[in-house]
């Protein structure tokens, strides 16, 4: 697939999500919900070994060394989970969000279409996949989270639709422009990233996309939001450890 395919998907599932939730969404179960998102969380937890496995490579190994990948990945979680830990950088993006979309609501008064566009926007925009996802669609690592993103996004828009209308199609605009943009930011980083960096920022990311998946499929919460400055530090480590080999 081409680059940005990932997001040009993800805006088709919202708009086909949408479409359904403006005509049946009210049909929908919450147990058929429940189960999709099991369903996917289970499957995120296969991507995420996926992309575990392609991102210790001989390349990575290659630049560090043979011992070292492994350390890297378990280096660049504690440190950036630490980090984001200590910032609350999961419970900042979660609270913002929601002061967003309360004073929205509040001006909105009976209008449910600016709280529709903004609400569903919230969700499909702040997350870890949202963020992972296009990166790596821009790295050229394909665009497997962005897919797993598109589906979860097309039930939530059904459910959305359903109860704000049409404003939930408005969201699309803001998601493209976002999801765009990190994914130029990923691609323009491959440029200057070297292969070992690359793919110990896969690997990383691997490991942030286990624990996205024991999250859908209600297992353990786990706050994926405090170890994203994990996907800066593992380049950044990788390069320092290739600097001493």
């Not at 005509?23 to 289970?42: C, H, N, S, Y």
């Not at 996926?50 to 440190?79: D, F, T």
């Not at 765009?180 to 990233?193: E, H, I």
């Not at 110990?200 to 490991?207: F, H, K, Q, R, S």
Request: glycine content about 14%; overall charge neutral; proline content about 4%.
């Amino acid at each position: 697939m081409f680059i940005g395919a990932g997001t040009a998907i993800n805006v088709v599932t919202i708009a086909v999500g949408s479409g359904i939730g403006l005509l049946i969404g009210a049909k929908f179960p919450d147990r058929t919900r429940e189960l999709v998102t099991q369903v996917l969380g289970l499957f995120t937890l296969v991507i995420g070994g996926s992309s575990i496995a392609s991102g210790l490579s001989a390349a990575l190994s290659a630049q560090v060394g043979p011992n070292a990948p492994m350390l890297i990945v378990l280096g660049s979680l504690l440190i950036g989970g630490i980090i984001g830990s200590i910032v609350r950088l999961e419970q900042r993006l979660d609270g913002a969000a929601e002061r967003l979309r309360a004073k929205v609501a509040a001006r909105s008064q009976a209008s449910t279409f600016v709280e529709g566009a903004v609400t569903s926007t919230l969700v499909f925009c702040v997350g870890p996949l949202a963020i992972l996802g296009s990166l790596m669609d821009g790295l050229g690592q394909g665009p497997q989270q962005l897919l797993i993103k598109a589906v979860m996004d097309g039930f939530a828009a059904i459910a959305f639709a359903s109860s704000f209308g049409i404003g939930v199609l408005a969201s699309i605009i803001p998601l493209v422009v976002y999801q765009g943009l990190l994914t130029l930011v990923g691609f323009f980083a491959g440029n200057f990233l070297s292969a070992g960096e690359i793919d110990a920022l896969t690997a990383t990311g691997g490991v942030i996309l286990l624990g996205l998946g024991l999250r859908l499929a209600g297992i353990k919460k786990i706050p994926i939001g405090d170890l994203l400055p994990a996907l800066v530090l593992a380049p950044a480590l990788t390069a320092l450890v290739g600097a001493f080999v």
